[in-house]
Nanobody, 123 residues
Framework: VQLQASGGGLVQTGGSLRLSCVVS????????IGWFRQAPDKEREGVAC????????YYAESVKGRFTIFADNAKNTVFLQMNNLRPEDTAVYSC?????????????????WGQGTLVTVSS
């Protein structure tokens, strides 16, 4: 089971980025995929998650209305569209999979993790 996140980069305040999480070794459709981020000297924070079985989503309050998570099950890929980015969104973003399939942003519930991609938002 592998997850590979990509799409990070440097963007100005108010800009947009789309992150991708490509999964291999299992088929989307019964997993929950979550996006998490960790900024320097801060704890890891759950950002958004999606139940790929029915498309249900859940967001952290800090990103609600700005970020959108969606999946392309045929491509085994989950995306995180990030709009109206702020300097406080700067972090390493990682994706993870939970095979129980519940909507949760609790990192300990996730079984598989990919390496992160760095998002930097300049002011």
């Amino acid at each position: 089971v592998q997850l590979q996140a990509s799409g990070g980069g440097l963007v100005q305040t108010g800009g947009s980025l789309r992150l991708s999480c490509v999964v291999s070794g299992f088929t989307l459709g019964r997993y929950t995929i979550g996006w998490f981020r960790q900024a320097p000297d801060k704890e890891r924070e759950g950002v958004a998650c999606i139940m790929t079985s029915d498309g249900s989503t859940y967001y952290a309050e800090s990103v609600k209305g700005r970020f959108t998570i969606f999946a392309d099950n045929a491509k085994n890929t989950v995306f995180l569209q990030m709009n109206n980015l702020r300097p406080e969104d700067t972090a390493v973003y990682s994706c993870a999979a939970d095979d129980v399939g519940l909507l949760t942003l609790i990192a300990a519930e996730y079984d598989y993790w990919g390496q992160g991609t760095l998002v930097t938002v300049s002011s």
